[in-house]
């Protein structure tokens, strides 16, 4: 069992930027890929990024290229999401999530987060 909080959430500009953490408790954080995903109103969850257990590989949706940065520290059992250059688009429900290797789709995801409202105002 992975418990998974995320935090960072908040109101911001366009163009501005924000960082999004997720605290690990539970099984051991490192041998979990995770993901992090966004849900707008009346809209499907969507992949955002992901990491490899290690950190070596990242791996980004087309959408946020460039302008997202995911990270993980084993150490501390987070993983972050570095949000620039934020667009009104961005505005979602953003979740972490735990999964035994990476993936994009939802359903390779086991663990979930609550999540963290991002709003960006134009």
């Known amino acids: 069992q992975v418990q998974l909080v995320e935090s960072g959430g908040g109101l911001v500009q366009a163009g501005g930027s924000l960082r999004l953490s997720c605290a690990a408790s539970?099984?051991?954080?490192?041998?979990?890929?995770m993901g992090w995903f966004r849900q707008a109103p009346g809209k499907e969850r969507e992949y955002v990024a992901a990491?490899?257990?290690?950190?070596?590989?990242?791996y980004y949706a087309d959408s946020v290229k460039g302008r997202f940065t995911i990270s993980r520290d084993n150490a501390k059992n987070t993983v972050s999401l570095q949000m620039n250059s934020l667009k009104p688009e961005d505005a979602a429900d953003y979740y972490c999530?735990?999964?035994?290797?990476?993936?994009?789709?939802?359903?390779?995801?086991?663990?979930w987060g609550q999540g963290t409202q991002v709003t960006v105002s134009s």
């Open positions: 999530a735990a999964a035994p290797v990476i993936a994009t789709a939802t359903w390779a995801y086991d663990y």
């Open positions: 990491i490899s257990q290690s950190g070596n590989r990242l």
């Open positions: 539970g099984r051991a954080f490192s041998t979990y890929c």
